[in-house]
């Protein structure tokens, strides 16, 4: 199996993002979008970072039990409510990526959406991955 993540002269440089990713013989799992919720169904995290942590956390453990790991995301979308907080803490944020992750960048979209399923949560995160046929 092969990710390949393409980047093409002409467009601006990403940060923090692939702007195209191609996987090759591989096994796709579809990722539902996961908030702060914790194992008793509850919203944690004071703010976006706290939030976006336990969020992405979350999608990694589904990701995981798949069989997969965080350097076969394709693809991820982050959903949220407050789309100025999460720019003004986008260096904590990349720092939460990088601790979780690492520096493999899927394909991805920032959404600012009125609200969540969960009224408390601030932010929601799906994705795509591809892994190794077994």
């Not at 191609?22 to 919203?43: M, W």
């Not at 959404?111 to 929601?124: F, H, K, S």
């Amino acid at each position: 199996m092969t990710i390949q993540r393409i980047n093409p002269e002409g467009l601006a440089r990403p940060a923090g993002f692939a702007h195209a990713v191609v996987a090759d013989d591989c096994r796709l799992v579809f990722l539902a979008g996961q908030t702060a919720l914790d194992s008793a169904g509850k919203i944690v995290g004071d703010g976006i970072v706290a939030q976006f942590e336990q969020a992405l956390g979350n999608i990694l453990s589904a990701l995981r039990a798949a069989g997969g790991s965080p350097e076969q995301f394709t693809e991820l979308t982050i959903y949220l409510v407050d789309v100025d907080a999460y720019r003004e803490h986008a260096g904590e944020i990349g720092a939460v990526w990088r601790k979780l992750i690492g520096r493999h960048y899927p394909a991805m979209a920032a959404i600012g959406v009125t609200r969540l399923w969960d009224a408390d949560a601030l932010v929601e995160v799906k994705g795509t991955a591809a892994i190794p046929k077994s």
